[in-house]
């Protein structure tokens, strides 16, 4: 039997001890606990071979500034000057899951106060993000760890019952609490001045958007995931274009529908509850902003094949998504609890949306800091209201986003993941621009209709 074999059965042996201790993670999406859950029972003893085990963990990483507490609350690490966190483990099953799958334990773990990390979260995931994605040499310890964490657990069964809780469907208020007060995006802004708000930066982002699609009054646009529709008002209000956005959320097109309601906009404006697929007619300009996430690259060639059926002949269109440097899934643990079925491609891949269809790519731009900016304004926000969020929900799902929140921050500083909007037009088309100049003028300053 090998090395790793036998490590994995050892480890599992523990696992299996210490599951006594284990309460499992909230597995039902939109089920809203009462009251947060008792998972510190009375801890095990620790013992010399714990102890090894984790000063092991911690090599693992490089061995950063970072103090780890077992559950007898005895540190295992040397001293350490001005660390940037301490982990507290509060039983064995905790540490040992970590071990198995920290990309996806460690989540559940901090997210039911099983580990704590008392410092600064974010640094913290990227001395994580960084050193285990660095880290593929050193001793067979290290090595067995590193396999067995990157192992990708099945996914053939129903993923949504492993979610805390649907990703948009969880309610309005949750969304507004954090995200900005004018536009309601959930996607990243453009900081053209680092200073800007988040409100500012968000209303930058759409203007750059459009620019980007030279839109001009009358022409007729198709936006594919539409969010809470304020990219699709915004494109009639300010550029005097006839939008007809699709989305599959029933919360946030009932939304949308009564924004432009409210702003008199329903004659310009579309909200279609259908899937992007489904997509019917031709158009001057296609968007999307924060979907193709959400399509997964099985389905690219379906996206192309709707592109070009709806693209006129001059169209142009627009795709703004996470994506990667090179091909690899999403986090496990926020691809399982937060963001079901997420997918952040690589440029390669995307281009099987395009190549096949003759469309042309136009113009490339990474927004990777931008998104870190943004997400540190949304945690700001977040933070100042945890006690609201906890009205709504519960502790373990305040813990959860704050975790996801934090760690997206640290994959976006660290390039683990990146911010690409890709610009395109059917191959044949020769009405371009000439230049970029036209994304850096000055606002457009139209008057509302």
Not at 21 to 39: F, H, K
Not at 69 to 82: E, F, K, Q
Not at 234 to 239: D, G, N, P, T, V
């Amino acid at each position: 039997m090998s090395a790793n074999a036998n490590f994995e059965n050892e480890i599992a042996e523990h696992a299996s001890h210490g599951a006594k201790e284990d309460i499992a993670v909230s597995a039902r999406p939109g089920v809203i606990l009462s009251e947060p859950r008792n998972t510190r029972v009375t801890p095990s003893v620790v013992t010399q071979l714990d102890r090894w085990i984790a000063r092991q963990m911690l090599e693992v990483v490089g061995n950063p500034p970072i103090v780890l507490i077992l559950w007898d609350g005895v540190a295992v690490t040397p001293p350490v000057t001005n660390p940037i966190a301490t982990i507290r483990y509060y039983n064995r099953s905790a540490m040992i899951k970590t071990i198995l799958n920290p990309e996806l334990y460690f989540g559940d773990l901090y997210s039911t106060g099983q580990a704590t990390v008392e410092g600064d979260l974010v640094r913290f995931s990227e001395i994580i993000y960084s050193n285990l994605e660095d880290g593929g040499r050193g001793g067979w310890f290290k090595r067995a760890i590193i396999w067995l964490g990157h192992r990708r657990i099945a996914n053939s069964h129903d993923k949504a019952k492993d979610n805390i809780y649907h990703h948009y469907d969880i309610g309005n208020d949750f969304y507004r609490l954090w995200l900005d007060t004018e536009v309601m995006q959930y996607t990243c802004a453009y900081f053209s001045d680092p200073d800007m708000t988040l409100e500012q930066a968000q209303v930058a982002k759409l203007h750059h958007v459009c620019r980007k699609l030279q839109l001009k009054p009358g022409d007729s646009v198709v936006e594919a995931g539409c969010g809470w529709g304020g990219l699709a008002l915004f494109m009639a209000k300010h550029y005097g274009v006839n939008v007809k956005a699709y989305n599959i959320s029933k919360e946030q097109v009932a939304h949308a529908h009564s924004v432009a309601e409210k702003e008199g906009l329903a004659d310009k404006v579309q909200y279609v509850l259908d899937d992007y697929r489904n997509i019917k007619g031709q158009f001057d300009a296609f968007v999307s902003v924060g979907m193709l996430e959400h399509v997964g690259k099985a389905d690219f060639p379906t996206l192309g094949k709707v592109l070009d059926r709806c693209l006129k002949p001059e169209g142009r269109g627009l795709i703004h998504t996470i994506g990667r440097n090179r091909p690899a899934p999403m986090n496990a643990w926020i691809e399982r609890r937060i963001f079901p079925g997420a997918y952040p491609p690589s440029l390669r891949e995307m281009m099987k949306i395009f190549e096949p269809n003759k469309l042309s790519i136009l113009d490339t731009e990474n927004l990777r800091l931008h998104y870190s900016r943004t997400l540190q304004h949304w945690l700001h926000r977040y933070e100042q209201n945890t006690d609201k969020v906890r009205a709504l929900m519960d502790e373990e799902f305040v813990r959860a986003w704050r975790l996801y929140l934090a760690g997206s921050i640290a994959a976006f500083n660290v390039g683990e993941l990146q911010l690409f909007q890709v610009v395109f037009s059917r191959s044949r088309n020769n009405q371009l621009p000439w230049s970029r100049a036209h994304l850096y003028r000055e606002q457009v300053t139209q008057s509302e209709p």
